[in-house]
């Protein structure tokens, strides 16, 4: 969360860069998606990351098979182990339909600015927490754990830009760059399931995952979002994949489904669906609004980002009913704004709802 500030002004500085090179990098109405899959990732995770980190937590204190004291030959360890077991989350949330769904809201974005970087899913870590837990049975502190996950965390973000072309040979043989992570969010078929690497990319090159940046990149997934609504973007993929699982097949076909590669369906169903190739011509997902509703909203994204930011930062201060209050305050804001800039009939009735329980809760909280 100290680092928020970080992110805007580097998403302001690659917004500098957009304008004086005329390169077109961010679309508001993509961008305000994206960020708004972060906020809603921070608010939820009020209530998650405590469930998320107690399993490596527990059997760091009962099963730990060493004590490693801190060093920094520790830390250097630790640092390859979370990249290694980063690499094996994120390839497996590329090829297993069911951890799919936790992240492809990441993926789903057609731009690729640093605005996508923030782009997260709000469930990625109940899956991701468990590719962590060798590292407890090994010995490595929680706290050193969530720091140095933290720093990978962290690192990935500048990672999301078109502004920084290939770096010298030994960086890029070495570690994750622009180049690499821009060839992972690509939807060119011989760029799908590529370039997992967290930090490093040395893991791809060693397994076989690894596709150098050659033709430009076609951002997004293979079945486009088309919504501006962060809320849905979670639940898009389980909503296809409840589709799928109510096609007449067997119950163990049902059981496959789930943990096969994205696309996989039983033979009587028309069996494996490979992506299909694509053009540069693909037309993006939009939804022309109004300058002045544009305006309208990003005002409205500023307060919320002010409010949301103080709660985080202030959290030991509101009481369980206030956090909840305050959440669903947030969730609903974020919602009304995807469904103004997709013109819903019912968009205004939502967003007047919306304003009535804003000045409701903020009187609630200054009693």
Known sequence: MLSIPVFFILIGLELLISYLKKTNLYRFDDAITNISCGVLQQITGVFFKTIVILGYVYIFEHWRIFTLNESILVYILLFIGIDFFYYWFHRYAHEINLFWGTHIVHHQSEEYNFSVALRQSS?????????????????????????????QTLYQFWIHTKTIDKMPWMIEYIFNTPSHHRVHHGRNPQYIDKNHGGTLIIFDRIFGTFEPEVEPVIYGVTKPLASWNPLWANFDWYADMWTDLKRPMSWTDRIKLLFMKPGWLPENEGGYHAPVPISQETQKFKTPVSLRLNYYILIQYIILLVGASFFLFNLDQFNILNQLLITGMVILSIVSFGLLLEHKKWARAIEICRLILLVALLIILLK
Do not use: D, K, R, W
């Open 123 to 151: 469930f990625q870590g109940f899956v991701s927490m468990i590719f962590y837990l060798p590292l407890a049975f090994i010995g490595f502190h929680p706290i050193a754990f969530i720091s140095m996950n933290a720093f």
